[in-house]
């Protein structure tokens, strides 16, 4: 499965952006996907995921209750709705997916496909 983020973009502090994590090839509802970000001289770190087929969604305790993650069946995307977002909200963003059990669903390490990033810089 090949992933292809876009949407990220430059945004005041308070501001919104809607980033889109399009799939291609197959893929297994039971699989995990998720959104992950990497700022300039700090590691990959998790953001929000869910499995291909819905249910549970996991956040990060950092945007919790800001970003929301939502499944479009019909276009096979996932989408991270991002509000209320901070300049420490800045980074390059990633989608990932990979078959992990959900205990493990902020393992960056353990998602097997990656899109190319997607940069949000959220400036004060």
């Known amino acids: 499965v090949q992933l292809q983020a876009s949407g990220g973009g430059s945004v005041q502090a308070g501001g919104s952006l809607r980033l889109s994590c399009a799939a291609s090839?197959?893929?297994?509802?039971?699989?995990?996907v998720g959104w992950f970000r990497q700022a300039p001289g700090k590691e990959r770190e998790f953001v929000a995921a869910?499995?291909?087929?819905?249910?549970?969604?996991a956040y990060a305790d950092s945007v919790k209750g800001r970003f929301t993650l939502s499944r479009d069946y019909a276009k096979h995307t996932v989408n991270l709705q991002m509000n209320s977002l901070k300049p420490e909200d800045t980074a390059v963003y990633y989608c990932?997916?990979?078959?992990?059990?959900?205990?493990?669903?902020?393992?960056?390490?353990?998602?097997?496909?990656w899109g190319q990033g997607t940069q949000v810089t959220v400036s004060s």
């Open positions: 869910m499995r291909w087929s819905g249910g549970n969604v």
């Open positions: 090839g197959r893929t297994f509802s039971n699989y995990l």
């Open positions: 990932a997916t990979g078959q992990q059990i959900w205990g493990y669903v902020r393992r960056a390490d353990l998602y097997s496909n």
